[in-house]
């Protein structure tokens, strides 16, 4: 008899596995790439961006080449990359190695061109491209996995095509290696300098350049920077302020997530568990090439106290959510928006969204009002402040609490306002309104159905 309780799970656990793995395989299978690739349709761009998905070569001009035929006509056809790669040092090498041209990276035969994957730059730069893939094992967010995280992503599918086919351009930081030293130079002088960074570490998330340029190390690059010598690595001795590169790939590493703590700063973690304890270690040793140890270890603390008052105010203003979502006032309530494409489990079990990962996928769009205040509390007034006190921008520190204070009073205001309005309906009619189709029935929802 109790037998029955050990097959019976062990069968559906059979069933169960396999189906999933062809689930997942089955849902990779489609015309775009990662979970949700039958959903959506690659754009021509997203061919540089994502390559080894999508890229296919050109086949106006046909036949092999040597690469100084290569270099030749396209003197003609694109000098200006000609002569970046001219002042390259793929084209002078030190100690006699050999050049490398344009073949190496794409290839002899121009119908069947493609463009560099890291795997490429990895079969001579082996030690970044190890570094660099190594970097999987820290997780979200890394370099190393930022491409997934974005066509992964919910709203990435759902969204209208326009408004994140550029997602893959910053998140593409995965897919080759041309994002810090640019083609055709790919110069190392050019990925220390904070500039190299800025072109996707920017806007309201992750406002990395303006808390940088504020803070005292960027102030005095700013004035003096220009003249510095870049050739030198970025190891202790050679600059007298840091870059970004100098502190989160320091001696060069090619990793990011080695360090963080944070994470991004959208969910609270435990600062002082013993694998951040390293990172921690990590970090002062870095600040000691410059400053005092004990000094550099007040200056991290100052960071989780900041984080600490900063999660008090995010928490204060979930509960009043959730509150309002366990006496039926907020609206669209689970099962009252659109589930996203593919959600089967969302569609049948509809669960309510508020807080980490839940908050960042719904809180887009399709949402009330009260609820986008706490996205915009959350995820540009909470990230500023918490960027103002990584980066020693005080000013920021003030503002993004500042910000969040105010969002506070205002949620509580409408959390007040829905609270009276509710009861006065259930006075009135002895039932509360429920929004019917208003927001399963969208424009904007048809529109985006259409549109991936
Ligand atoms: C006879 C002239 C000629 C030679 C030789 C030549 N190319 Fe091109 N290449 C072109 C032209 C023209 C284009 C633009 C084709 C188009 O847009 O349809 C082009 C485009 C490209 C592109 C861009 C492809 C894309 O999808 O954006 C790459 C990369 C490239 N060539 C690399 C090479 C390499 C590597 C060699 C040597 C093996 C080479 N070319 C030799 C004329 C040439
Ligand atoms: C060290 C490797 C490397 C070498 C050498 C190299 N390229 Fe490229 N090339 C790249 C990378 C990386 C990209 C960007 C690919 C992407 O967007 O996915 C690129 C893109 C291109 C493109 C298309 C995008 C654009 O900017 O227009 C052309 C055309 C091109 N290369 C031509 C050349 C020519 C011509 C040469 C030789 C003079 C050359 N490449 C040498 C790595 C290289
Ligand atoms: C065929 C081998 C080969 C391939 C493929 C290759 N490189 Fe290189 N790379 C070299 C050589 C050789 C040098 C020059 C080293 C020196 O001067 O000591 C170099 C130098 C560099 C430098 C340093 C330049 C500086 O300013 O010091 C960077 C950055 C770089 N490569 C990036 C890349 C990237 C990114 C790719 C792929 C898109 C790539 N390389 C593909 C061989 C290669
Ligand atoms: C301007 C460049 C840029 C664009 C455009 C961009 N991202 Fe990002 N994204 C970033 C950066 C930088 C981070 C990491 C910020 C940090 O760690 O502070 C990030 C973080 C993320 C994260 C969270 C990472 C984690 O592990 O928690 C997700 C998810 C994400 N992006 C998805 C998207 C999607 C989907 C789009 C398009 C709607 C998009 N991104 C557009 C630069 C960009
Ligand atoms: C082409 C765009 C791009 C460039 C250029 C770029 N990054 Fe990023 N970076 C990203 C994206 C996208 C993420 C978020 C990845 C994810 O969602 O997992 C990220 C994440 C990070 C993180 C977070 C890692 C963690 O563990 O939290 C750090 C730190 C970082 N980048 C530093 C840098 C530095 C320093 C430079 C310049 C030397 C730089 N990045 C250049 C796109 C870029
Ligand atoms: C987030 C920015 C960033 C990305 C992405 C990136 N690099 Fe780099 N790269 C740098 C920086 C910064 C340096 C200078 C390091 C130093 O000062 O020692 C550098 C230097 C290099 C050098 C020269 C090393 C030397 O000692 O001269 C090579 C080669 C290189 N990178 C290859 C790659 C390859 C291959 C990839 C892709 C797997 C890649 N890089 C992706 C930022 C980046
Ligand atoms: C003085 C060293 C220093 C400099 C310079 C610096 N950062 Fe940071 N950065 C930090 C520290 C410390 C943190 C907090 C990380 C933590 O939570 O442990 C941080 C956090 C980050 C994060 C979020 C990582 C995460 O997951 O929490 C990103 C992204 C980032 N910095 C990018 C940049 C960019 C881009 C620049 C240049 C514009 C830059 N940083 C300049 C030290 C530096
Ligand atoms: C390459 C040298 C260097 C490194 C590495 C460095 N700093 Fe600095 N830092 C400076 C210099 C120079 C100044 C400006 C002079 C001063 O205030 O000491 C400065 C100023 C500061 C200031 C402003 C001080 C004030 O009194 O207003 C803070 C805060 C700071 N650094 C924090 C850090 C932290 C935290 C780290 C490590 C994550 C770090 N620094 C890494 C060189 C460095």
Redesign the pocket.
Known sequence: MGTRYVYIPLLILLILIPAGRYYVSWSKSGSGAGLYSHEWQPEAIQG??H?KAF?TSVKSIVGEYTGEE??SC?EAV?PG??SD?RQSG?SQPANNQGK???S???GNDHQNLH??TPEI?GGCHTNQHDQFLDERRFGFPSHALAMERAIDAKHFVDKPKSEVTACLQCHSVAS???SCHT??R?SAAEARRPEACITCHSGPPHPDDATYFASAHGQRYLKDGDNWDWSKPLSKGNYEVPTCAYCHMSDGKHQVADKPIWKFGIKQVNPLSSGNEIKRQQWIALCSDCHEADWSADRLREMDAERKQAWAKLYEAEAILKSLRSDSLLHPAAGERPPYPNDWLDSLFPREHIGFLEGQASAFYNVSPIERDYFEMWYFDNLGAYKGAAHGASSFVEKGHAGMEQALSKIKAEAKTLRMLGESEQRKTGKRSAPGEHWLKGEYTEFNKEHN
């Open positions: 540089y961006w390559p890229y290569c270099v396209h694109t990359i000609v790669w793929h490398v041209y344009c190496s990276c794409h463009l560099p730059c080759k290696c041309d083609r055709h790919f």
